[in-house]
């Protein structure tokens, strides 16, 4: 059975046992307060059980319709999850190795320059060398001809695709996503990504697959375009890491949250700088109020007849 028949074959068996269990109650009550005056089978609570149970079930196979089932993803512990808690730099220099070597294929980055990754992966000079690995077009020659130049720290992550006509008649009619804001513009971010990344599996029984398209219990419809990318040592890290796929998948995604918001560890820092100034401003309104107002607070008011 798949999963959807379980919970359906489970709920509709509570259904059953509560209706049954109503039942027995409704009809020992009629025949103990009214004899057979009230029988079982012509009694309101009767139809009412069966009414429900007629709409519980309509509803059950509507909401576990097979092609309609979709899992929402766990909530992992991010390490810069908390409130103090920065970003992994050394898992963001193996997700960009990651994207490098397997998403760049099929996905842009068009908000992210190379300079960017300097100071927050890499040095300069790798940043550089970088770089120069892609060609860019430079300026027309004396003859009026385009050239191309080695890229530069100022330009932009290269698009593997020249337009979205030809992106699309690569990928079976989809259009891969820019990957620069990605984790902002899923629900669930990074944990939806990395159980998408991790969650390819055989589909279920009489879930009908089109021609190129692969079956993941995460992807809104389950079908998606996208085969699975990542397998055991798709990658070779440059710090030895053992390139396992969750190991993949979470750098990635540190990667692109990294990407998605470049200014999570400096917002943290001035949020801490700010909790900081708050603190100590408060104390010294808390203390200037005191002092202010403590003569008025112990003052002793004392009222005298003037005839005495």
């Not at 196979?61 to 050394?90: C, I, K, M, R």
């Not at 960017?116 to 003859?143: C, F, M, P, R």
């Not at 995460?218 to 890491?241: K, R």
Request: overall charge neutral; glycine content about 8%; charged content about 20%.
């Amino acid at each position: 059975k798949t999963l959807s028949d379980n919970k359906m074959a489970t709920a509709w068996r509570n259904v059953v046992g509560r209706l049954k269990t109503r039942l027995r109650f409704s009809g020992s009550k009629g025949q103990s307060t009214s004899g057979n005056n009230t029988a079982l089978g012509t009694s309101p609570t009767y139809f009412g059980l069966v009414a429900a149970g007629g709409l519980g079930t309509g509803y059950l196979f509507t909401v576990l319709s097979a092609t309609e089932l979709e899992l929402h993803p766990p909530q992992y512990p991010w390490s810069h999850n908390g409130p103090f808690n920065a970003l992994d730099h050394q898992s963001i220099r193996r997700g960009y190795q990651v994207y490098k070597d397997v998403c760049s294929a099929c996905h842009s980055m068009d908000q992210l320059s190379f300079r960017n990754l300097v100071g927050v992966s890499h040095i300069e000079e790798e940043a550089k060398t970088i770089a120069e690995e892609y060609q860019y077009a430079g300026e027309n020659d004396e003859q009026g001809n385009p050239t191309t130049r080695p890229g530069k720290l100022s330009d932009r992550f290269p698009n593997p695709y020249p337009n979205e006509e030809a992106a699309r008649f690569a990928n079976n009619g989809a259009l891969p996503p820019d990957m620069s804001l990605i984790v902002l513009g899923r629900e669930g971010g990074e944990d939806y990504i990395f159980s998408l990344l991790t969650g390819y599996c055989d589909p279920p029984a009489n879930f009908e697959l089109r021609e190129g398209m692969a079956y993941n219990p995460y992807f809104p419809g389950q079908a998606i375009s996208m085969p699975q990318q990542l397998y055991p040592d798709s990658v070779t890290y440059e710090d030895g890491t053992p390139a396992t796929v969750s190991q993949m998948a979470k750098d990635v995604c540190t990667f692109l949250r990294w990407a998605s918001e470049p200014e999570h560890d400096e917002r943290k820092r001035m949020g801490m700088k700010a909790l900081i100034l708050l603190t100590g401003i408060a104390f010294i309104t808390w203390y200037w109020k005191r002092s202010r107002w403590t003569v008025l607070k112990n003052r002793k008011i004392v009222y005298y007849d003037k005839g005495s």
